[in-house]
């Protein structure tokens, strides 16, 4: 462990992190972080997702306001009101998804907010001249004329970081930088963190990607819930370990039992893949009854998986059998029909129309029983919501706008539109994200129930307790790629973990 | 008065569906704002003129909305589902000027049931393009319209070029002058026969509830299995069907056809649209309150006119009372 880092007077230069506090609402999302970034040093941030690492980086980087606790960089007392405030200090961040003006100007990029002027004019050729030799200084060989839009991702990337050159960042918090780059490509970035570090600059370096730390970092700092959990002082550290100390253990949650799998299966995937390749080559099968989870991290291709069996996105090859009869996924519509429905990730923006009634909500989608010869009559709708409202507990009236719902009984909304059908494939991706910790067994109980009607479900969730609690078997994804099906005696965080981050 | 005329008429289409008084209210839900506005309207210009309330000068009001209202609901579904359409006003000039050569002897002499139907396809077809450029080749509808109401207005133009046609069959112009029962002539009949098919359609058709869903979200509607696209083509090529026959009523009550007719037509039925509550967003309005709008601009034109006011003054009110309403609404809903 490092010298306890809470001192009063500095032993150096660097980032002083002392116990940082941050809550939205009654989630506390960071509880008493406290680490130091030394000068010329990369620090590996490590967690799961929520684990709290981009809360952390928001506060340093300006964008979120801490609780509690404070910053000492370079000696003095830091608390930037803003990113530009932030950047004044010399404290850059490059996020995940990057923050450039696509139709503007490698230059302009670099210097937007601050053009070099002359005469009231831009002086165009001073600040290609200056951003040319930032991009070289990376080892980068790109015209500062060029449009940011014609660059590939991690020339954009470098973009940023030569931005953030310019506005003379001596501390750097990369999110998930490798997360869009290949193999050679994150060695380019590699290469440069190295020249950079020798040059005196910090890093904070946020991954999911265990292999990539021991390359890269100096020292390693793991977080699960809001606190960190472990401060390593060398990067080579078995990755075991790590995984065990990033999942740990957590609070007992109420998960339903779950009844056996029935003979019959409802659900075949063979071989699917996407057109750009966001998974590849996955198969699968889940039996009438029986609950299968999708497990894997940020961008491993779980959500479009699932969104492709439900054919609200193309597949560029594969099959997918439902009942034994080839489903053809050229649209929503049609998956429908063969009784795939799907409880889509993002609930406010694909599950339901906010503004519009419960009853309406669970009427899209449903004209064909609420309106067997196209009439629809409000009385139906009633009837229906009705039905659909006390089948599934959702606290509500069938002419209540969704938007005053709760976020647990707006999902319990989209599961109603569904359950009537019946489907035969019942689709959820991450069911209880954004909603209140105890609403959640209540949504783990329907879903239960799902499986044991008879349906076969499928469940995606970045939460590794829920996958396992809910699972019969999970599969696991990393990067499109299936990595493995476990079952559920053999699931546990960290094998669902280990084949995750491989 | 020309509001319980309307209304009531649309009450009754309520009333055709079994329904009640909560029904009406329904029908008008979120329009009470613009209800108001018209009756405050109506009692200003009934105590501040001798002629405003005349049965010869509602009937006058009504007929000088047929145009505008027959256009207005085809408007409505288009910003239903999130869209707008900014040809209507040159799909109008091209379906009459279509009419006008099949029909006149001068040209075709067909007759003119065949101009009229000609028109309608003609105008039907230009809706389907701007549809089919908004779903294929994923152009906002605010581009492809404008393309459209460049295109139709060009072609309106290359019929005769540039010469309007004068002189269409007794038959055919008495349809919008002779009152039947004392006071329905045949074109403000179709126009409230269509409102109140309109109606129904959007509230209790299930293809009339999916253009809510797809107005207030497209994503959910096409993840729900709503075929999002091909309705969006229909209700581009209904708005363009409508707007021709909007064009062929004013074809009946002019006498003739004219390639620059309706020019600036869209804006007024954008207005109507959105002062009878509908968002431009999508997913809210109705035809009860695109109704009302449409009555608003209207009344207005009629009162500003019985009080004197020069029509450039009206042109100013009738954009203050755009902004007026649009502002009032959207108060409303912050504070709700």
Redesign the interface.
């Known amino acids: 462990m490092s010298s306890d880092p809470r001192h009063s007077e500095s032993p150096h230069h660097g980032l002083f992190v002392n116990g940082l506090c941050k809550s939205y609402g009654p989630v506390q999302v960071l509880a008493d972080a406290s680490f130091e970034v030394r000068p010329g040093e990369v620090v590996a941030l490590l967690g799961e997702n929520g684990a709290g690492k981009s809360t952390v980086s928001n506060i340093i980087a300006g964008s979120t306001k801490p609780d509690a606790g404070t910053i000492i960089w370079r000696g003095k007392p830091y608390s930037p009101a803003n990113p530009a405030a932030a950047i004044e200090a010399g404290v850059g961040m490059i996020h995940q998804e990057l923050k450039l003006l696509p139709d503007l100007s490698v230059a302009e990029n670099v210097y937007v907010g601050r053009l070099p002027m002359r005469g009231g004019r831009i002086d165009r050729a001073t600040m290609n001249a200056k951003a040319s030799a930032q991009l070289k200084r990376l080892g980068l060989d790109v015209s500062p004329e060029r449009k940011v839009r014609t660059l590939r991702i991690a020339a954009q990337q470098q973009v940023e970081i030569a931005k953030a050159l310019t506005l003379n960042a001596e501390l750097l918090i990369l999110d998930e930088p490798t997360a869009a780059l290949g193999g050679e490509e994150t060695e380019l970035l590699f290469q440069q963190i190295r020249k950079l570090k020798a040059e005196g600059m910090s890093f904070i370096y946020i991954s999911h990607r265990l292999d990539e730390i021991a390359q890269i970092a100096d020292r390693v700092v793991v977080m699960r819930d809001g606190r960190i959990v472990a401060r390593h002082e060398r990067a080579d550290i078995p990755v075991r370990t790590v995984v065990e100390q990033m999942v740990g253990r957590s609070v007992e949650r109420m998960f339903p039992k779950l009844s056996p799998p029935r003979d019959e299966t409802l659900l075949e995937v063979e071989n699917l893949s996407s057109p750009d390749k966001s998974f590849n080559a996955v198969s699968f099968s889940v039996k009438s009854g029986e609950i299968l989870g999708i497990a894997g991290l940020i961008g491993a291709g779980r959500t479009e998986l699932v969104r492709a069996i ?1 054919g ?1 996105d193309p597949i560029s090859s594969g099959a997918v059998h439902v009942a034994g009869k080839p489903v053809h996924l050229n ?3 049609a998956a ?2 063969a009784g795939v429905v ?1 409880v ?1 990730e993002d609930r406010k ?8 009634t419960i009853g ?1 909500n669970l ?3 449903n ?1 064909d029983h ?2 067997p010869k ?5 009385k139906a709708v009633q009837k229906f919501a009705e039905a659909g409202i006390s089948r599934l507990g959702v606290k509500g009236k069938p002419n209540q706008a969704v938007s005053k719902l709760s976020g647990g009984n707006q999902q319990k909304v989209i599961i109603a ?1 569904w359950v009537s059908r019946p489907p035969k494939v019942f689709i959820l991706d991450e069911p209880t994200r954004g909603i209140d910790v105890g609403a959640r067994a209540a949504i783990y109980d329907v879903i239960a129930d799902l499986a044991r009607s008879g349906m076969a479900v499928v469940v995606v969730s970045s939460d590794l307790e829920e996958v396992l609690g809910l699972s019969h078997r999970v599969l696991v994804l990393s990067r499109g790629r299936q990595r493995g099906i476990l079952e559920r005696g053999e699931a546990s965080n960290v094998a669902v973990m280990e084949l995750a981050t491989s | 008065m020309a509001v319980s005329n309307d209304a009531s008429e649309l009450k009754a289409a309520a009333g055709a569906q079994g329904a009640t008084g909560t029904k009406f209210s329904a029908l008008f839900a979120g329009t009470m704002g613009p209800l108001i506005g018209l009756a405050l309207l109506c009692l200003a210009l009934t105590l501040t003129t001798d002629t405003f309330l005349t049965v010869r000068n509602i009937l006058n009001v009504l007929d000088q909305i047929t145009v505008l209202g027959i256009m207005a609901i085809g408007m409505t579904l288009v910003i239903l589902i999130g869209g707008i359409d900014l040809s209507v006003g040159s799909v109008l000039a091209l379906a009459a000027m279509v009419m006008g050569y099949i029909a006149h002897p001068d040209y075709l002499n067909l007759g003119v049931p065949a101009g009229v139907v000609a028109a309608l396809v003609v105008a039907g077809l230009c809706g389907l393009v701007s549809g089919l450029l908004v779903t294929m080749t994923k152009l906002p509808p605010f581009i492809a319209t404008l393309a459209m109401m460049s295109v139709a207005r060009g072609l309106a133009n290359m019929i005769t070029d540039g010469s309007q046609i004068v002189g269409f069959p007794d038959w055919f112009t008495n349809l919008s002058i002779v009152r039947h029962f004392g006071f329905l002539s045949v074109t403000v009949g179709l126009m409230i026969v269509l409102a109140i098919v309109f109606a129904i359609f959007l509230n209790y058709r299930a293809t009339g509830r999916s253009l809510y869903a797809i107005g207030g979200s497209a994503e959910v509607a096409r993840l729900s299995g709503i075929p999002v696209k091909s309705l969006t083509n229909w209700v581009y090529a209904i708005c363009g069907v409508l707007a021709g026959l909007a064009g062929i009523v004013l074809a009946a009550r002019l006498d003739s056809v004219q390639p620059s007719s309706g020019l600036g037509y869209e804006l007024d039925t954008i207005a109507a649209v959105v002062i009878g509550g509908a968002s431009l967003s999508g997913g809210v309005g109705s035809i009860g309150g695109t109704a009302v709008g449409v009555l608003i601009i209207g009344v207005l034109r009629n009162g500003l006119n019985l009080l004197g006011v020069s029509p450039f003054i009206q042109q100013v009110v009738i954009g203050v009372v755009i902004a007026l309403a649009v502002a009032t609404d959207t108060w409303r809903r912050r504070s709700q």
């Open positions: 439900a609200a649209g929503p519509a429908i029909r799907l889509p923006a694909q599950g339901v129309v906010l503004e519009q309406e009427a899209f989608g004209f609420v309106a196209g009439w629809v009559f409000p539109k």
